[in-house]
């Protein structure tokens, strides 16, 4: 077996076992933590396949910016603790079993059948080098690229009014309950400054 | 060097663990680290592909894969915020008010 096999076993093991570790934990946390692992091997593995540039935005936008999303949701939310009572019953064994199914009949396929276990070629150092995505990026596919940036620009939006705090005013120009609390809580803080300020100034 | 059918293997296996776990969880959040999964797996068999054929166009696809896959999760995540909101957790077998 020669050592570019074996190295890709290594990395491949650990992607699946991560995978598994993250499908099956039951703190969200640590699933999050698992995906981090999964994201940072599959981007080694980029980097053995010619993608040096790909492999780098996996390490920081996948593995760093989108999960800390993640994280930052799971302890917001305060959901780590996943419920331990599971409502599928039939549907959990099947769900495993089609899956399973599914991924024989494509191992089978991609091993045996479709003619793909050739070699890949060495990459040649300037393969996917930022300089090639650059350019590429920038002439062939400038439309898609302005066009991604307003669909992020979308989506900042989206998530920007979807978590918004509703100031709803009743009919009978009465506050909602949470403004309520809210200007309660800013006449606490007001008193507590004033009484701070009155010590300073006493002293 | 590998083969390519190695890496697809490997592409294969990671998206139908993420099919399962869309099938067998019930945490909404966990859901959506399945769906970066299956993102993932796809990628690993666009990059193979990328080397395979010589061609750029692959890697192209992966950067605009990712940006897509980072707006989803920014609305996905604003929506399981309100939806934590207004229900209290986020299993999604308890987001069935539509359910007729």
Redesign the interface.
């Known amino acids: 077996m020669n050592p570019?096999?074996l190295f890709?076993l290594v990395l491949?093991i650990i992607?699946?076992a991560a995978?598994?570790a993250?499908?099956f934990s039951r703190n969200?946390v640590y699933?999050?933590l698992f995906?981090v692992v999964?994201?940072s091997t599959?981007a080694v593995?980029?980097l053995?396949?010619?993608?040096p540039?790909?492999a780098l935005?996996?390490i920081t936008?996948?593995a760093g910016?989108?999960m800390v999303?993640?994280l930052f949701?799971?302890m917001?939310?305060g959901?780590e603790r996943?419920?331990a009572r599971?409502?599928?019953t039939w549907?959990?064994p099947l769900?495993?079993l089609l899956?399973?199914a599914?991924?024989g009949e494509?191992?089978y396929v991609?091993?045996f059948r479709?003619g793909?276990?050739?070699?890949?070629?060495?990459?040649t150092p300037t393969?996917?080098s930022p300089t090639?995505?650059g350019l590429?990026?920038f002439n062939r596919?400038l439309l898609?690229f302005e066009v991604?940036s307003v669909?992020?620009l979308?989506?900042?939006v989206?998530?920007?009014i979807?978590?918004r705090v509703e100031k709803i005013k009743r009919p009978g120009g009465q506050a909602t309950r949470d403004e309520a609390t809210r200007e309660q809580a800013m006449k606490d803080q007001a008193i507590k400054d004033q009484a701070i300020r009155d010590q300073v100034t006493r002293q | 060097?590998?083969?390519?059918?190695?890496?697809?293997?490997?592409s294969?296996?990671?998206f139908?663990?993420?099919?399962?776990?869309v099938?067998?969880?019930?945490?909404a959040?966990?859901i959506?680290?399945?769906l970066?999964?299956m993102f993932?797996a796809a990628?690993?068999a666009f990059?193979?592909f990328?080397?395979?054929y010589?061609n750029?166009?692959g890697?192209?696809f992966?950067?605009?894969v990712?940006?897509?896959?980072?707006?989803?999760?920014?609305?996905g995540?604003?929506?399981?915020?309100?939806i934590?909101r207004t229900k209290g957790?986020?299993?999604v077998?308890q987001v069935s008010t539509l359910k007729g």
Do not use: H
Request: glycine share 4%; charged share 5%; aromatic share 10%.
């Open positions: 570019g096999i890709f491949a992607a699946i995978a598994v993250m499908l969200a699933s999050a995906l999964n994201f599959i593995i980029y053995t396949l010619g993608a540039f790909i935005v996996q936008v996948y910016a989108i999303l993640f949701v799971i917001l939310l959901a996943l419920s599971e409502p599928l549907q959990r769900a495993i899956g399973v599914m991924l494509v191992v991609f091993l479709a793909l276990n050739v070699p890949l070629s060495i990459p393969f996917g090639e995505i590429d990026l596919y898609p991604t669909l992020l979308v989506a900042m989206g998530a920007i979807l978590t | 060097m590998v083969p390519l059918s190695y890496y697809l293997v490997l294969v296996i990671m139908t663990l993420g099919v399962i776990g099938l067998v969880r019930r945490n959040l966990v959506f680290m399945c970066e999964l993932n990628n690993l990059i193979a990328a080397l395979f010589q750029l166009n890697q192209v992966v950067f605009f990712m940006t897509v896959a980072a707006a989803e999760v920014a609305v995540l604003a929506l399981m915020v309100a934590f957790n986020i299993d077998d």
